[in-house]
């Protein structure tokens, strides 16, 4: 886990850019496509007559997709080059994001989900890999704070997309298509300078859940807190007295902060010698952001406020752990352990809304803020244990 002095990620201070372009604006394509395509998905099927809990059950297996292809992916990309292998990613996303048009039966959509959700888990894990690999040591946190922003940009653009062109015919599945297949253009103009993996991960893939906690639990919590809270924070909203658009609006906040904050935390992370005191930090706003939620329902100002910056610290945890990632490990541990990252964000995107809705079916509305802060306090414990012992 030593640093390289040499190569994509010695200790350079200039960007490389045309890897960095290259890799965040193909994801960035992707992040347009899925913020399009989640809502769209879930309204038609819902046209079509299928209850709830099919829709769920059929939209959860994003992230058992997401399990599956993490550990395959880095092998494949060993085997067939990190380009070529998001080349092929990228062909196979856009046909199956058509293929849902066509799909008029019902059990259909699962292997679509598979092979789309699949699919574009491995571009997740080989851009990130690639723009780790690319980013000059002293200036990690400032390029995946742009990365974070722009890849939040793009899952913004997708339902204001969404909004504009409807659910109708097949238009918004092209749509979806074309700006995959976008993704292809700067792959294929940088793919001579894309990461070479010519040797295999020293360890097992699950050892690199292990091998880096305070990064890997940190996307755990962020997965679980995204797709939990934010799925089921209209719920509670709502249920606290708040109107639906006002609703809305506190979760459009959420999404500024997550924006504007990267940048930001990732120029701070940059000046720390050890970026596990910042994780701390974000962990400890978000614990204490969720414990006054219940408090905050009588005041609409007050709580966009306070979400704000809770948007912003949820978020910071992907991209400081990504950062604190790459700055622990290079080349082949490092694509192993991006794999291993995103395996544990998809671990939490699952755990996340089952254990928030059992906390309000339990506790009532206030489970929403119990169960969330629970999350962040399960990091604060991880992140005081490794400052205790601090292991090398």
């Given at each position: 886990?030593?640093?390289?002095?040499?190569?994509?990620?010695?200790?350079?201070?200039?960007?490389?850019?045309?890897?960095?372009?290259?890799?965040?604006?193909?994801?960035?394509?992707?992040?347009?496509?899925?913020?399009?395509?989640l809502?769209?998905?879930?309204?038609?099927?819902?046209?079509?007559?299928?209850?709830?809990?099919?829709?769920?059950?059929?939209?959860?297996?994003?992230?058992?997709?997401?399990?599956?292809?993490?550990?395959?992916?880095?092998?494949?990309?060993?085997?067939?080059?990190?380009?070529?292998?998001?080349?092929?990613?990228?062909?196979?996303?856009?046909i199956?994001?058509?293929?849902?048009?066509?799909?008029?039966?019902?059990?259909?959509?699962?292997?679509?989900?598979?092979?789309?959700?699949?699919?574009?888990?491995?571009?997740?894990?080989?851009?990130?890999?690639?723009?780790?690999?690319?980013?000059?040591?002293?200036?990690?946190?400032?390029?995946?704070?742009?990365?974070?922003?722009?890849l939040?940009?793009?899952?913004?653009?997708?339902?204001?997309?969404?909004?504009?062109?409807?659910?109708?015919?097949?238009?918004?599945?092209?749509i979806?298509?074309?700006?995959?297949?976008?993704?292809?253009?700067?792959?294929?103009?940088?793919?001579?300078?894309?990461?070479?993996?010519?040797?295999?991960?020293?360890?097992?893939?699950?050892?690199?859940?292990?091998?880096?906690?305070?990064a890997?639990?940190?996307?755990?919590?962020?997965?679980?807190?995204?797709?939990?809270?934010?799925?089921?924070?209209?719920i509670?909203?709502?249920?606290?007295?708040?109107?639906?658009?006002?609703?809305?609006?506190?979760?459009?906040?959420?999404?500024?902060?997550?924006?504007?904050?990267?940048?930001?935390?990732?120029?701070?992370?940059?000046?720390?010698?050890?970026?596990?005191?910042?994780?701390?930090?974000?962990?400890?706003?978000?614990?204490?952001g969720?414990?006054?939620?219940?408090?905050?329902?009588?005041?609409?100002?007050?709580?966009?406020?306070?979400?704000?910056?809770?948007?912003?610290?949820?978020?910071?945890?992907?991209?400081?752990?990504?950062?604190?990632?790459?700055?622990?490990?290079?080349?082949?541990?490092?694509?192993?352990?991006?794999?291993?990252?995103?395996?544990?964000?998809?671990?939490?995107?699952?755990?996340?809304?089952?254990?928030?809705?059992?906390?309000?079916?339990?506790?009532?509305?206030?489970?929403?803020?119990?169960?969330?802060?629970?999350?962040?306090?399960?990091?604060?414990?991880?992140?005081?244990?490794r400052?205790?012992?601090?292991?090398?």
């Amino acid at each position: 886990m030593s640093e390289p002095s040499n190569g994509l990620n010695g200790h350079r201070d200039d960007i490389h850019w045309p890897s960095l372009v290259a890799a965040i604006s193909a994801i960035s394509a992707v992040g347009i496509a899925i913020g399009l395509g989640l809502p769209l998905l879930s309204i038609i099927l819902e046209k079509r007559g299928i209850s709830s809990t099919l829709i769920g059950f059929n939209s959860a297996m994003a992230g058992i997709a997401a399990m599956i292809a993490a550990p395959i992916s880095t092998k494949m990309a060993h085997a067939f080059g990190v380009a070529r292998t998001m080349l092929w990613a990228v062909v196979l996303a856009a046909i199956s994001a058509v293929g849902f048009y066509y799909a008029e039966k019902f059990w259909m959509w699962f292997p679509l989900r598979l092979v789309f959700h699949g699919t574009t888990t491995t571009l997740f894990i080989l851009s990130e890999f690639w723009i780790n690999a690319a980013a000059p040591q002293r200036r990690r946190g400032l390029v995946l704070g742009i990365y974070a922003t722009v890849l939040a940009v793009g899952f913004a653009s997708g339902p204001l997309l969404f909004s504009v062109i409807g659910s109708e015919g097949l238009l918004p599945f092209l749509i979806g298509a074309i700006a995959i297949l976008a993704a292809a253009i700067p792959i294929y103009i940088a793919r001579n300078e894309s990461p070479v993996l010519d040797e295999k991960p020293e360890r097992h893939f699950l050892r690199y859940v292990f091998l880096v906690p305070s990064a890997t639990v940190a996307v755990f919590v962020f997965g679980a807190v995204e797709a939990g809270g934010l799925s089921l924070f209209p719920i509670y909203a709502t249920r606290t007295g708040f109107s639906e658009t006002q609703a809305a609006l506190l979760l459009t906040v959420m999404g500024i902060g997550n924006m504007v904050f990267q940048i930001p935390l990732g120029l701070l992370s940059d000046r720390m010698k050890d970026r596990r005191l910042l994780l701390s930090a974000l962990a400890m706003v978000g614990l204490t952001g969720s414990l006054a939620l219940p408090w905050l329902s009588s005041n609409w100002q007050l709580m966009a406020v306070v979400l704000l910056f809770w948007g912003g610290s949820v978020s910071g945890l992907y991209t400081i752990g990504l950062s604190h990632l790459g700055s622990r490990l290079t080349g082949a541990d490092l694509a192993a352990a991006n794999a291993a990252f995103v395996f544990c964000y998809a671990v939490g995107t699952v755990a996340g809304p089952q254990a928030i809705g059992a906390a309000i079916d339990i506790s009532g509305n206030d489970g929403f803020a119990w169960a969330i802060a629970g999350f962040f306090a399960l990091y604060v414990v991880v992140s005081l244990g490794r400052w205790l012992f601090r292991p090398k």
